[in-house]
């Protein structure tokens, strides 16, 4: 239950009391150590509404006693963000801080939440302000634009902290729906590490296409962008073409296949989003110029588990790489059984340094499926189930397992009681990195918690 308060105002105070049993609290290749771990984990959410302004705070802090080893830690992740609304839906200003962990170094055991007591962690803080704008221009021509500055630090040892600048800017007609289309369309980024050379990279097209019928439209588009092969040089020199289809069913279906010639090489993009009554089906393929500035491999937070990791955006890193990515979801919602699965595959090619030295590619593939089911008014159970595959690069694969039963019941309207069961599974070919296989660990967990909302 929420607690009401003054201007428009909602607070919702939780505290999760818990304890935890692992075999493996170090994530040791051989023999490790058991560990019992007491959990505190306070929360908070307040979340503000008025005629002009949206903000929002998810502050969660995270202690943890391990009893065996008389140690302790302590972890503070949230979120908080505000909206303006400048000029009634036309002029937005938005702004925001976070505050997470994420993995130091993927060579060594990953752990997949904070509750082993094995480094390789860091904390990680964001800063953000972005001002955007949509203007309708008569009756069928929209102009919209943002830009987003962004400060990232990592509070690691060696590891880069970088400022990043995104803008965007469109003008099109295709409100008109129907006969010619047109559109305009600039996009740059760049990113400023603490040392390293920056990346910087922008794309101006002119788009013209033709509404075939109501929900079908043909396209084909033509500009420049900053040369791939010019790493140090941001200037719009290369040409780019585009053509492709649209298809539009209202919320039911869309469509967008599109294929053409970038400075890197053939270019390809595709998204199909499938909405039925009961579930969601979306499939995108993407190519794009990338830096590993803007990138966190975030693990597990004790209030927002992610469902697959990306394991290659290794943190404080500055290669730059043309990114290849296919990604699956799809999503079902029934009265008492919800099922969640995703997969995806990605190749980082044209890999290189900041100054353009040549790096091997890399490559990593993922699946995952989350279940629940509702066994009554205040019981349910459920499955999580990952595997990722990912190579640095260096011809060593790694895998990543993990396997998560859980179960909860409602003590009361603001009363859970929880249960979870963890394995996980890190097996490595660690030939060209070291001792062989330093990084492969087993280990077991088991949770019991109580958490009251007030």
Known sequence: MSIAAPAD??????????IAHTDNVQLAAENGDDETIVLLEPALLIDYQSERITSAVDYRMQALEYLDGSETEVFHTGTATVTFDLLKDELLLNAGVRRDQSISDLTQPIPVNNLPFAGNRVDRDEYFISPSFTRRIGSSVTAAGSYRQTRVEIQGSGLQNNDQSLADFSLDNYRVGQGLTWALRYNWQRVEYDIAQPFENQTALLELGFWLNGSLRVFGSGGLESDWEVPLDPALEAEIWEAGIVYSAGERAQLTLAAGERSFGTSGRAILQLTGRNSTFNVSFTQRPATLGAQPVRIDGPSTPELLFNLLDQQGQTQRFVANRLGVTWTLALRRLSIEARAFIEERSDRTTAAGDDLPNQDQDAQGA??????????????DLARQVFDLGDGADRELIRTTLNASYNLGTRTQLEFSYAYNDQDSDQVAMGPPNSADFVSNVVTLTISRTF
């Open 370 to 383: 989350s279940i629940t089911y509702q066994l009554g008014a205040r019981t349910s159970v459920g499955v």
């Open 9 to 18: 105002a909602e607070i919702t105070p939780t505290i999760r009391l818990g």
